[in-house]
């Protein structure tokens, strides 16, 4: 007799029991659709959140540039102070030759108190300011005469002094400190202009009384709203272009007149 185990015979499993064919699962085609759905809204958002915080990051890149365009001209005023003590008085607005014709501006006077004595020792003071032999000064600039906002050219300034007979700049003649009398924080000696207005930073070139009270109308400088102006005392005050016309006037003139 065999001791073989016979072969288990196939046994049909009950209808219940029949196996089930796995199932294709809608989870992939969830998330394609929520990630159709959310990709575009994601955009949306993103495109929102870098509209609200643009012109906040512009606002505090404008002010930072408005700050150094201060610091800038708190600069100048130190140098002015530096020169005054120096020499006795202010630097003229240029110098002129024997026969009138102008040389040299207040800017290229007071570089010395500015760190910049190996540009001027650089410069002729005898010779125009745009005599070849000058050029090479000309093409350089200071960079505190530039303002971070600018867009004017290279070796360009958009700093300049107000020349007026009433004014403490006067054309060739000097001011001292004593003839201010209406007041050293009252007074202004140097503002800035849009770059419409900028002129070689070397040039004894700068705006005369009708210009620079016609400047609220068209932009007094490169920052909006305003702009920067260096008083006597060397203070530096913000200016609104909405100040009144003859308040802006009396900030010119040495006795306050208008």
């Known amino acids: ?122 410069i002729d003071l005898s010779k125009p300011w745009n005599d070849p032999v000058n050029q090479g000064a000309a093409d350089s600039l200071n960079p505190a005469y530039t303002c971070p906002s600018s867009t004017a050219g290279e070796s360009t300034t958009t700093y300049v002094a107000v020349v007026d007979p009433s004014a403490v700049f006067q054309g060739d003649q000097t001011t001292q400190f004593q003839d201010i009398t209406d007041g050293m924080s009252n007074t202004l000696m140097v503002v800035e202009v849009s770059g419409a207005n900028a002129v070689p930073w070397m040039s004894p070139q700068d705006i005369d009384l009708n210009t620079y009270l016609s400047l609220t109308a068209g932009g007094m400088s490169n920052h909006p709203g305003g702009g920067n102006t260096l008083f006597a005392d060397a203070s530096v005050q913000f200016i609104a272009s909405t100040i009144d016309p003859q308040l802006q006037r009396s900030m010119v003139t040495k006795d306050g007149s208008d």
């Not at 089930?20 to 994601?42: D, H």
């Not at 505090?60 to 001209?73: G, K």
């Not at 202010?90 to 910049?116: C, K």
């Open 1 to 122: 007799m065999s001791t073989d185990n016979p072969a288990t015979p196939y046994a049909p499993q009950p209808a219940g029991m029949q196996p089930v064919p796995p199932q294709k699962s809608s989870t992939g085609k969830v998330l394609l659709i929520v990630g159709l759905v959310s990709i575009p809204i994601l955009l949306v958002c993103t495109g929102i959140l870098l509209a609200l915080l643009l012109p906040a990051v512009q606002a505090a890149r404008e002010a930072a540039r408005r700050m150094q365009c201060s610091n800038n001209l708190k600069q100048i005023g130190l140098a002015m102070h530096n020169y005054h003590d120096t020499y006795g008085s202010l630097p003229p607005a240029y110098t002129v030759d024997e026969n009138g014709q102008r040389l040299h501006s207040w800017r290229t006077l007071i570089l010395p108190f500015m760190g910049q004595q190996t540009l001027y020792n650089s």
